[in-house]
């Protein structure tokens, strides 16, 4: 019974005082190492989405600009990401507060609400100017915000031509973001192991005190080493997403034959040879 | 039977609740009881909102700003202790400029009601949901006659917590006033049957009210390119259904100032009998 579990041998070092907590703790761990290394090998999905929904925002609104900010829960701000059209650009890398400004009234309420002559209070368009070197004239925000909660918000900025946004803009800015929300979820892996198995925790019903500590313990040390060979080997094969297919099979091969090699060296070449064999070349 | 008690409710919600009440649609708003008996002139009578306490649910309210002019008599806000969300005495602020931009409306419309403000947006982001429960709850024990809900939750954990709430302000006399979502989710307590649902029309026009007989969103008001009071003792134009709802809510008060006995379902069948034909004639 005792090892043959399939667990590492640092599990099994880990397990001598025993008890359900330990054996938590080594499955938070383990989990934590699969998210560490699915975060490296998928690269940074989100920002294409984002671009894309933000340029086909000011093209669909025929506006000067759109933007999307994030709520980061890390920092507990809402963080503008993406930003399109060149009045726009000031706004990128900008963090607020999530109940600040329109912005982050739109984030806590999940209200969409439309704004125009802007400009004309100058105490708005000061602060507003301040942040972003840009004071629009009107503006659209939405949340965007599936069943499964608002993640951020989406602002239109400056429709071309006479006139502001209407009813029909804002209700179609409300049903368009809809649709980017649940791309940019489904864009998105979750990037931090923290914030995954905080959730994770949360749901089954931990206080936010045991959650902490469990989640500090896990993700203790992960990342620390930055030469750990097999965090090199997730980057290198996240870096080969960029290889043309001739290049993708000579790796495939290559590495097909390392692993077999592994795979002797591991068991000391016992047993397993008569039935691996075969499916070998 | 037919289809329509076949199919799940849901499919006759759709997010654009202001499409009802465009021009174009304004056909389909004929009821089939037309109330002829009661007009505006006995709805309202010299109604100006004495004698009615008015709960606005929101940013906070800018007690200084000119747009409420000594309406307000009492502040309130949530906040977080511990595991519980409490309300608290707060100063008369808001660092939004939403919730002054609802009290300047209502306070226009019914300028001797009394209003209270409760803040429910605070600095922790934490608990969005049960501090606006918590809120409301606070505002129907405090006796309110009317709350503006400018806006609402989306947490389907709370789900029960606010048709609990929509139900005790019913018993108790308690009239909610919501603003509906654009956005193509579940939306508490704005769809509960027990409550009127807001969603603007796209007539500049503050005296032009209309009712809409399919639910859940009953009432189409002014909410287009409205003229409000914002942050810092300033005025901005703002298009959204959480600036139709006010409107209602000023309406009603005045109703429940010139007939004090009216119930929540009253006010609303009064709302409805002396809205604006659909259609001019």
């Known amino acids: 019974m005792s090892e043959a579990s399939g667990r590492s041998p640092g599990d099994a070092r880990r397990d001598a005082p025993a008890g359900s907590e330990v054996e938590l703790a080594a499955a938070l761990r383990s989990l934590a190492v699969r998210i560490e290394a699915a975060r490296r090998l998928t690269p940074p999905a989100g920002a294409a989405i984002l671009r894309s929904i933000v340029e086909t925002t000011a093209t669909l609104f025929g506006a000067e600009a759109a933007s999307i900010a994030l709520y980061d829960p890390a920092t507990d701000r809402l963080v503008f990401e993406v930003a399109a059209g060149e009045q726009g650009q000031g706004v990128v890398g900008v963090s607020i507060g999530p109940t600040d400004g329109v912005a982050g009234y739109v984030y806590s309420t999940g209200q969409a609400i439309a704004l125009s002559d802007v400009a004309a209070d100058a105490r708005f368009g000061r602060s507003t100017a301040e942040r972003t070197g840009y004071v629009p004239r009107s503006l659209i925000a939405v949340p965007l915000a599936d069943d499964d909660g608002v993640i951020g918000v989406l602002e239109v900025l400056d429709k071309r031509g006479d006139g502001g946004f209407d009813l029909r803009d804002l209700e179609l800015a409300g049903a368009f973001a809809r649709q980017a929300t649940v791309a940019i979820r489904s864009g998105r892996i979750e990037r931090d192991a923290a914030s995954l198995l905080r959730a994770v925790i949360g749901a089954a019903g931990s206080s936010n005190g045991e959650t902490d500590a469990l989640v500090e313990a896990a993700i203790d040390g992960l990342d620390a080493d930055p030469d750990d060979p097999v965090w090199a080997l997730a980057d290198q094969i996240a870096r080969l997403r960029a290889a043309d297919p001739a290049q993708l099979d000579l790796v495939r091969e290559l590495l097909a034959v390392l692993v077999r090699r592994a795979d002797r060296g591991g068991r000391g070449g016992r047993g397993r040879g008569a039935r691996g064999q075969p499916a070998g070349r | ?281």
């Open chain 2, 1 to 281: 039977m037919s289809d329509s008690s076949t199919a799940p409710a849901t499919t006759a919600v759709l997010p654009a609740w202001a499409e009802a009440f465009a021009a174009a649609n304004r056909a389909d708003l004929a009821r089939v009881a037309p109330f002829t008996a009661v007009d505006r002139a006995w709805a309202f009578g010299a109604g100006d909102g004495a004698g009615v306490t008015v709960a606005v649910i929101d940013s906070g309210i800018d007690a200084a700003h000119p747009a409420v002019d000594g309406s307000i008599v009492e502040s309130v806000r949530t906040e977080l202790d511990g595991e519980e969300t409490i309300v608290v005495a707060d100063d008369p602020i808001d660092p939004v400029g939403h919730g002054t931009a609802c009290a300047g409306i209502i306070h226009g419309l019914a300028p001797a009601a009394s209003l209270i403000s409760v803040r429910v947006l605070g600095p922790d982001n934490r608990g969005k949901g049960l501090a606006f429960a918590a809120g409301l709850r606070w505002a129907i024990e405090r006796g309110a006659s009317i709350v503006n809900l400018s806006l609402s939750s989306r947490s389907e954990a709370l789900y029960a917590t606010f048709h609990d709430l929509a139900d005790r302000a019913y018993f108790a006399n308690c009239l909610l006033v919501c603003a509906a979502n654009n956005v193509a989710i579940a939306s508490y307590p704005s769809l509960f049957a027990a409550v009127v649902s807001v969603a603007a029309h796209d007539v500049r026009d503050p005296a032009t009210w209309f009712y809409n007989p399919r639910p859940p969103v009953e009432f189409g008001a002014y909410g287009l390119d409205v003229d409000v009071a914002w942050r810092d003792g300033g005025r901005i134009v703002a298009t959204g259904n959480s600036f139709a709802a006010p409107h209602i809510t000023g309406l009603a008060a005045r109703i429940r100032a010139a007939h004090p006995t009216a119930t929540p379902f009253e006010v609303k069948t009064i709302l409805a009998a002396t809205a604006n034909a659909p259609v001019e004639a």
